[in-house]
C-alpha cells in the first residue's frame, strides 16, 4: 500500500494505536472484582480446619458484612442456619492462605523487561514502596486462587535494603483496594561470606570465601548507624532513604533479614542488635537449625524457603529443606513457608503443597497448615483478622473438596475475601475447558 499523504500517514498511525490498545485490553482484561457481601452466608456440614490446631468435623460457619459471625459445631450447636446456606457434607473448609516476600504482581513475564518492576537502582533504597508498582490485573495473580491463596506479602527485590513491602489481598480493582497493610515492613539482603566461583573469569568452581564480605557487613552497619542518628536530629534537608528506616527503629515495622548461612544469621542478629533493631524477621534461615537457641532469645520467627529443593551441600542429608520446617517447629521456632527462588511467582501457588510435604516429613497436619496461616499472619502482624477461623475475623476462607494440602485432592468450589465470592476463574481454566471440548472430555 503506497501512502501518498500526511493524512494518510496519520490515519494509519491512528488505526495502529486503536488496535494496540485492544490487544493489550484482551490480553491484560482484568477480572471484574467481586461484590461486597449481601446478608449472610452459611456453610453447614464441612470439616472445619480452623487454622490453630483445632478441627471440627461437622461445622458450621457463618459470615456477614464481610466478618465471621459464628463457627461452631453443627452437631451440639443450636445456632439457626440464617440467609444463604452452603450444604458442604464431605468437603473442608479452610482460612485463606497467605504467601510471605513475594514479588507477585510486580512482575509478569521475566523476559519482557517492561512487565517487570520489582527492583530499582542503588544498594541502599528503602524508601522504595512496592505496593504503587502492584499490579492487580496479574494473571499470575489470579492462578493463586484456585489453590487457596489468598492473602500475600508483595516484597520488592535488588540492592541490599530494598525497600518496603505491603500485605494484599488477591481479588482488587487497584492496589488501593487491594491494600490490607501498607508499608509494613523493610528488606534487607544479608552478604554472604562464601560465594561460587566465576569460573569463566578463571576463578576455581565450587565456593570460596567472598573477601568483600566484612567490607559489605560494615557497609550495612554503618547505613544503620547514620539512620538511627539522622531520626534524632532535625535536618533542613530530608533525606528520603534515612527517613524511611523510622519505621524499624521505634518498632512500628519489622526488618526482614535473608540469610541463609550459620555465620550470616548470627554476624545479622548481632549488628542489628547493637543498631537497636529488635523486631526481626529471619528469610531463608537455611542453616537457622545450628541457631535456634539465639532465634528463640531474640523472638526472631523463620520464613522457611521452598521446601520443594534440593540439598546445597554434597554432604547434607538429602531431605534437609524438606523437614527444615519441623526441625525450627519441633525446636519451638515460629515458622511461615515462603516460595522464593527460581519461579518464585509461579511456584507460590504450591504454597499449600510445600505445606503437605512437611507434613509427610511428621508434622501434625493442623501444625503444618498453620505454617501457611496462623504462623504466617502472626509473622506478618495481621493475626487481629486473619489466619485463622474465628469470630471476629475476616471472612477470608474457601471449601475444598479435599484436602487442601494434597495437590490429588485440593479443589476449591466456593473461595470468599473478605466475606465477598470471588471468581475462580483464570487463565489456565480457560484453557482447560476450551481444550476438554476439543477432545471430548
Known sequence: MKLSTKKDMKNLKNIFVVVAISLTFSVFAQQTPALSQEGIITIVGATAHIGDGTVIENSIISFENGKIIAVADATTSKIALRGTVIKAEGKHVYPGFIAPVSSLGLGEIDAVRAT???????????????????????????????????????????GRISGTSSIVQFDAWNWEDAAIKVDDAIHLHWPNSFRRGRWWLGEPRGYQPNKKY????????????????YQKTTQAIMNESYNAMAGVFNGKQKLYV??????????AISQLDKAGIKN??????????????LLKKHNIPVLVQRVHSSPKQADEDYDLPFKLAKTLTDKGVLVGLQALGQMERMNTRNLPFYAGQVAGQGLDKEKALQLITSNTAKILGIDGDYGTLSVGKSATLFISEGDALDMRTNLLTKAYIDGRDISLETHQTKLWKRYAKKYGQ
Request: zero cysteines.
Open 280 to 293: 526481626i524477621v529471619l528469610v531463608g534461615g537455611y542453616e537457622a537449625y545450628k541457631v535456634t537457641d
Open 258 to 267: 535473608y540469610a541463609d548461612g550459620e555465620k550470616e544469621i548470627i554476624d
Open 116 to 158: 517487570v518492576d520489582q527492583d530499582e537502582i542503588g544498594d541502599f533504597i528503602p524508601n522504595i514502596r512496592s505496593l504503587v508498582a502492584y499490579n492487580t490485573e496479574s494473571r499470575i495473580i489470579e492462578s493463586m486462587r484456585p489453590n487457596g491463596v489468598l492473602i500475600g506479602q508483595i516484597a520488592p527485590k535488588g
Open 214 to 229: 566484612a567490607k559489605q557487613t560494615n557497609e550495612i552497619s554503618q547505613f544503620l548507624a547514620q539512620a538511627n542518628a
